[in-house]
């Protein structure tokens, strides 16, 4: 498929939408699904991910039913399916969720939340394909502790990340302590670089979401 037939198939698609935004409701399963895989998440120290990466994989092949019923129809809806996307394991998760997050940032705007994850599901994409991340989303693990993953120089300032709703760079990177206890590990020493990574990973395998 050609980019012009996407970016149309896309523009018709939000019109089908925008009006249903003052009718419809939230789905109720949506926002369900969605607290369950944030809640899978919330003790950061103790999470036995083999269960998690069933369960979430149980998520979104039940989120994929509701997507071909049409039952996505707010912001909301397209926020929440996406989350549970952007925890997937392969490329095709992740860009299942960019395109899910745009499209709620797209019909609501003005929500934060929504832009994050944008920001969010796009440097998973980077990462994936072991290509440094834009705005500091991601941290990555291995035996010596956590990490930011490396960052493209100049592909956004501080201003983008900000309107995107993430910290400054400066303020994240200072945070990599805090976040490692929460995780029951320590702050990687030496982190590794961009080439490092690419040496050790090949491009498709991710890390724990």
């Known amino acids: 498929m050609t980019r012009r037939p996407t970016i149309l198939l896309l523009c ?7 009006p249903a935004q003052a009718q419809v409701s939230d789905n109720a399963e949506l926002a369900s699904i969605h607290h369950e895989d944030q809640q ?4 950061a120290a103790n999470i036995d991910w083999s ?19 049409g039952a996505l129809r707010t912001a909301a809806d397209h926020y929440h399916a996406a989350m549970v996307f952007q925890h997937g394991k392969g490329l095709e998760d992740i860009r299942i969720a960019h395109a899910l997050s745009t499209l709620a940032s797209t019909l609501d705007p003005d929500e934060i939340r929504y832009r994050w994850l944008v920001a969010a599901s796009w440097d998973r994409i980077m990462t994936t394909q072991l290509q440094p991340q834009w705005f500091g989303t991601q941290f990555h693990g291995d035996e010596a502790g956590l990490f930011l993953y490396p960052m493209a120089d100049g592909a956004v300032d ?3 990340r900000v309107r995107m709703g993430v910290p400054p760079l400066a ?5 990599i302590g805090e976040m490692a206890a929460a995780m029951g590990q320590q702050v990687h020493p030496d982190p590794p670089t961009i080439e490092q990574l690419r040496q050790e990973r090949r491009p498709g395998e991710t890390s724990a979401p």
């Open 40 to 43: 899978a998440r919330a003790d």
């Open 171 to 175: 303020e994240t990177q200072a945070k």
């Open 158 to 160: 501080d201003a983008e």
């Open 12 to 18: 018709g698609l939000l019109a089908m939408l925008a």
């Open 51 to 69: 269960v998690v990466y069933r369960e979430d994989a149980a998520r979104r092949a039940r989120v994929l039913v509701l997507m071909r019923e």
